[in-house]
C-alpha cells in the first residue's frame, strides 16, 4: 500500500502561481508513475500530467508551458509547479501513484490516490 498526501492549494489571483507537493509513504520501493489530475465543480475528473523520470514527462495541451512535474525520490515527493493561472484552472488537484514504467493518462491506470487539495484561482 501506498498513501499519498497533497498539500500547497489555495486561493491565488489569475497570472499568479503555487506549487502543489504530494507526498508518498508507506511501499515506495516500487518505481511508480505519478500522475496530476483535477476535477472543477460539476466536471469529470482530468488528466493534467505525469512524471516518470526527469526526462520523461507528459502534459495536456491546456496547461503545457505553464505547469512543471517534478519528483524527488530521496523525499518521495512529487511536486506540480503551477505558472500563469487561470480561473479555468480552479480545481480540487489529486496525484495518483501507478505501478510500470510508462506515461499513464488514465484514471484506471493508477493504484492510489490522495485526497486532494483545491486550488481556487481568482479573476
Known amino acids: 500500500q501506498v498513501q499519498l498526501v497533497e498539500s500547497g492549494g489555495g486561493l491565488v489571483q489569475a497570472g499568479g502561481s503555487l506549487r502543489l507537493s504530494c507526498t508518498a509513504s508507506?511501499?515506495?520501493?516500487?518505481?511508480?508513475?505519478m500522475g496530476w489530475f483535477r476535477q472543477a465543480p460539476g466536471k469529470e475528473r482530468e488528466f493534467v500530467g505525469a512524471?516518470?523520470?526527469?526526462?520523461?514527462?507528459y502534459y495536456i495541451d491546456s496547461v503545457k508551458g505553464r505547469f512543471t512535474i517534478s519528483r524527488d525520490n530521496a523525499l518521495n515527493t512529487v511536486y506540480l509547479q503551477m505558472n500563469s493561472l487561470k480561473p479555468d484552472d480552479t480545481a480540487v488537484y489529486y496525484c495518483?501513484?501507478?505501478?510500470?514504467?510508462?506515461?499513464?493518462?488514465?484514471?484506471?491506470?493508477?493504484?492510489?490516490w490522495g485526497q486532494g487539495t483545491q486550488v481556487t484561482v481568482s479573476s
Open positions: 495518483a501513484a501507478g505501478i510500470g514504467g510508462r506515461l499513464y493518462s488514465k484514471r484506471y491506470e493508477y493504484d492510489y
Open positions: 512524471i516518470w523520470s526527469a526526462d520523461s514527462t
Open positions: 508507506g511501499r515506495t520501493e516500487k518505481s511508480y508513475v
